[in-house]
């Protein structure tokens, strides 16, 4: 009996691990954004896997500009495959880390990153 409770109690603890690492703070879910230079870009991660990715720019000397792209994503381990809406190709792969209220987003392609914050 103790080796079944002591079982129980292990697979309990790893499940409750589990289920708080999937949400608060190190899920993708949610607004995250950056800005440099007069123009923004926010990402807003859905719970259903789609995403809106809104682009702005009021830079000085260039005409102010908004626009939003929809797509979908897939999780597996810590990389993100983007595919925006109507695209043909395989989507976009990054490698991503959630450190407190940052994201960051590799491109595992280019190894360019995009580092964005929580809204």
């Known amino acids: ?18 289920s708080l690492a999937a949400c608060g703070g190190s899920s993708i879910v949610g607004a995250w954004k ?10 807003e991660y859905k719970e259903d896997n789609t995403f809106i990715l809104s682009i702005s720019t009021d830079k000085e000397g260039y005409e102010a500009y908004n626009d939003s792209v929809y797509g979908t994503y897939v999780i597996d381990g810590d ?23 940052t994201l960051t ?15």
């Open 34 to 43: 950056t800005e440099a230079g007069g123009s923004s870009m926010t990402f």
């Open 79 to 101: 990389q993100v495959v983007t595919t925006l809406e109507g695209q043909e190709t395989e989507g976009t792969a990054y490698t991503f880390k959630i450190k407190g209220k």
């Open 1 to 18: 009996m103790k080796i079944f409770t002591k079982s129980a109690a292990l697979f309990l603890l790893a499940m409750l691990v589990l």
């Open 105 to 119: 987003l590799m491109d595992n392609k280019t190894g360019s990153e995009i580092v964005l914050n929580r809204q």
